[in-house]
């Protein structure tokens, strides 16, 4: 029933999105409609913590906010978790009054993956060991030429 009612308050909080199965192996956020460049997406929640205990807790879901605070987003009730990073991103994210705003970097299609680049130190320290998965990129971060 809690699970129910968890997925019911999201699609009403942020009907334009939607947590599936992504190419990257495991969850990914997805367009329910199409997002128009520049619109606000989601908003990436979760307990402000110190950069102290930031780099104590060894979490994956950390957004720094400034060099005092970080934003651990590691609650399944922060669905912006769910986005993936890519080396050619269609949304960013911005720190706007200590929230993280994700916005559209472009325009993005219904049922497309809504993906951020994680910024350098992420990728070296978390993705980069395993290969990038994002598509775009070599596996490492360099991305491939158009032919």
């Given at each position: 029933?809690?699970?129910?009612?968890?997925?019911?308050?999201?699609?009403?909080?942020?009907?334009?999105?939607?947590?599936?199965?992504?190419?990257?192996?495991?969850?990914?956020?997805?367009?329910?409609?199409?997002?128009?460049?520049?619109?606000?997406?989601?908003?990436?929640?979760?307990?402000?913590?110190?950069?102290?205990?930031?780099?104590?807790?060894?979490?994956?879901?950390?957004?720094?906010?400034?060099?005092?605070?970080?934003?651990?987003?590691?609650?399944?009730?922060?669905?912006?978790?769910?986005?993936?990073?890519?080396?050619?991103?269609?949304?960013e994210?911005?720190?706007?009054?200590?929230?993280?705003i994700?916005?559209?970097?472009?325009?993005?299609?219904?049922?497309?993956?809504?993906?951020y680049?994680?910024?350098?130190?992420?990728?070296?320290?978390?993705?980069?060991?395993?290969?990038?998965?994002?598509?775009?990129?070599?596996?490492?971060?360099?991305?491939?030429?158009?032919?």
């Amino acid at each position: 029933m809690l699970v129910w009612f968890f997925m019911e308050y999201i699609k009403t909080k942020y009907p334009n999105v939607k947590v599936k199965r992504s190419g990257h192996g495991g969850l990914g956020l997805f367009a329910e409609e199409l997002i128009e460049k520049n619109r606000d997406i989601i908003e990436y929640v979760g307990e402000i913590i110190t950069a102290k205990e930031a780099d104590e807790s060894k979490g994956k879901y950390l957004f720094e906010l400034n060099s005092k605070f970080t934003l651990d987003g590691k609650s399944r009730t922060n669905i912006a978790r769910y986005i993936n990073h890519s080396c050619l991103p269609n949304a960013e994210a911005d720190v706007i009054k200590m929230k993280i705003i994700i916005s559209a970097k472009r325009t993005i299609l219904s049922s497309e993956e809504i993906t951020y680049d994680y910024g350098k130190e992420y990728f070296d320290e978390f993705i980069k060991p395993h290969g990038c998965k994002c598509g775009f990129c070599d596996g490492q971060g360099k991305i491939r030429s158009k032919k």
